[in-house]
């Protein structure tokens, strides 16, 4: 899980939000019921949010079959694939022939 922003730090950044009056009233009252105040929630919220979407991109969850052949196919050795060994072994377009 990503770090977690204390009470010992010290917020210097500002974020303005042009919002609906409606949504606002609707922050407020879930903040209220939370008891934190409008931007604890909106900055927690937030990073919930933004530590969910980044999971989607740097995390990797299989069921324990597909994790297995995953991870056997990581430790089978090395095939040769000509076409490759080819590409990387001939000079490439941009190098002086």
């Known amino acids: 899980m990503a770090k977690r922003f204390g009470k010992t730090e010290v917020a210097s950044e500002r974020l303005n939000l042009r919002i609906?009056?409606?949504?606002?009233?609707?922050?407020?009252?879930?903040?209220?019921?939370?008891?934190?105040?409008?931007t604890d929630f909106v900055v927690r919220s937030s990073m919930d949010a933004a530590e969910a979407v980044l999971a989607e991109q740097t995390r990797l969850v299989l069921p324990k079959a597909q994790w297995l052949a995953f991870n056997a196919a990581l430790d089978a050795p090395a095939r040769e694939i000509p076409e490759l060994k080819r590409l990387l072994t001939e000079p490439s377009i941009f190098e002086a022939r």
Not at 22 to 30: E, F, L, Q, S, T
């Open 20 to 38: 609906p009056p409606a949504a606002k009233v609707m922050i407020r009252n879930a903040a209220k019921l939370r008891k934190y105040s409008l």
